[in-house]
């Protein structure tokens, strides 16, 4: 069965550092997402994205957040200056374009850690 | 904007047993969809079973059933015969109906922890 994957599953950094998230969505599929989880917290939509561009974003996704689908198989999260509070699980996921379907399978995560 | 709430943070069940886990959500749309998500200790979000609001009929998944009371904006998630691997965190999550170009975020509940008692 196809699989969202993520790397790396888990991320350290230094505050003040970039960091570059990455996400394989399933093949076929042309909705991406971006959200993430602080601990022990409820997960948080961050961005969505579709045709090449941003469709929707949250307070959150500022101008240190940025999204890239770099080619025709990866889809990437950039935090460019990691502040300690962007520790968290941040999830990609993807959605077919069937309109029919409206389920966003998402990836395994990866863990941020920034210190 | 749509909230969504679970108000048990923690549930526990004997192995075998039946469990019900509660989530209410608060929205002025009328097309809408609903998702209960596992999450397990790998931190993983799992899909568990998704509910279309124009549909009366209750979702069903093997084991994993939900109560779709769209009048009164609840939507609980009961497990039957509950097993070990059941044990994880179960957020309910809302999606608007309106396939709209930028409108298509979930918005999660807190959470409710599941612990199966062998």
């Known amino acids: 069965e196809p699989e969202v994957t993520q790397t790396p599953s888990h991320q350290v950094t230094q505050m003040g550092q970039e960091v570059i998230l990455r996400c394989v969505p399933i093949?076929?599929?042309?909705?991406f997402y971006w959200y993430r989880q602080i601990l022990g917290q409820k997960v948080e939509f961050l961005v969505s994205?579709?045709?090449?561009?941003?469709?929707?974003k949250s307070e959150i996704f500022d101008d240190q957040f940025s999204v890239e689908r770099p080619d025709g198989s990866n889809f990437t999260l950039k935090i460019r200056s990691t502040k300690l509070e962007d520790s968290a699980m941040y999830f990609c996921?993807?959605?077919?374009?069937?309109?029919?379907?409206?389920?966003?399978?998402f990836g395994p995560g990866t863990r941020l850690t920034v210190l | 904007a749509q909230t969504v709430t679970q108000s048990q943070p923690e549930m526990s069940v004997q192995e075998a047993e039946t469990v019900t886990l509660s989530c209410t959500y608060d929205?002025?749309?009328?097309?809408?969809?609903l998702f209960w998500y596992k999450q397990p200790p790998s931190r993983q979000m799992i899909l568990v079973i998704r509910?279309?609001?124009?549909?009366?009929q209750n979702a069903t998944e093997n084991r994993f059933s939900v109560n779709f009371q769209k009048a009164a904006k609840s939507f609980s998630l009961k497990i039957s015969d509950s097993q070990l691997g059941d044990a994880a965190m179960y957020f309910c999550a809302y999606r608007s109906g309106q396939v709209n170009f930028g409108n298509e975020k979930l918005t999660f509940g807190t959470g409710t922890r599941l612990t199966i008692i062998p």
């Open positions: 093949s076929n599929h042309l909705y």
């Open positions: 929205t002025s749309e009328s097309d809408y969809y």
């Open positions: 509910q279309e609001a124009y549909k009366q």
């Open positions: 996921a993807s959605r077919s374009p069937t309109p029919s379907t409206d389920t966003q399978y």
């Open positions: 994205f579709y045709n090449n561009e941003i469709s929707e």
